[in-house]
């Protein structure tokens, strides 16, 4: 079993900045893919980042160049540097990892981006 657990949302102005961590515990051994994804109510939850074990990131296209994944492999800790948040960013955002076919989700936490 792995754990995640997300903070860092919050509140803040267009044009601002948010960190998201999801730190994660448990068996963490095999896990093959960690991204955050995002969701608003009434649509579907969308991948806004992930990041593969061996290093490979994608992005959405809405996010490119705004927000940045990484990861600290020795706090078991992958982050989402957000930058020039806009309105429409706001969503929960949910931590995610596959451990080779099992899926793992967050609690989720909110970032609400005003305008």
């Known amino acids: 079993q792995v754990q995640l657990v997300e903070s860092g949302g919050g509140l803040v102005q267009a044009g601002g900045s948010l960190r998201l961590s999801c730190a994660a515990s448990?068996?963490?051994?095999?896990?093959?893919?960690t991204g955050w994804y995002r969701q608003v109510p009434g649509k579907q939850r969308e991948l806004v980042a992930g990041?593969?074990?061996?290093?490979?990131?994608n992005y959405a296209a809405s996010v490119q160049g705004r927000f940045t994944i990484s990861r600290d492999s020795a706090k078991n800790t992958v982050y989402l540097q957000m930058n020039s948040l806009k309105p429409e960013d706001t969503a929960v955002y949910y931590c995610?990892?596959?451990?080779?076919?099992?899926?793992?989700w967050g609690q989720g936490t909110q970032v609400t981006v005003s305008s």
């Open positions: 995610y990892a596959r451990q080779l076919i099992k899926n793992y």
């Open positions: 448990g068996i963490i051994s095999s896990i093959n893919f």
């Open positions: 990041i593969t074990s061996d290093g490979n990131i």
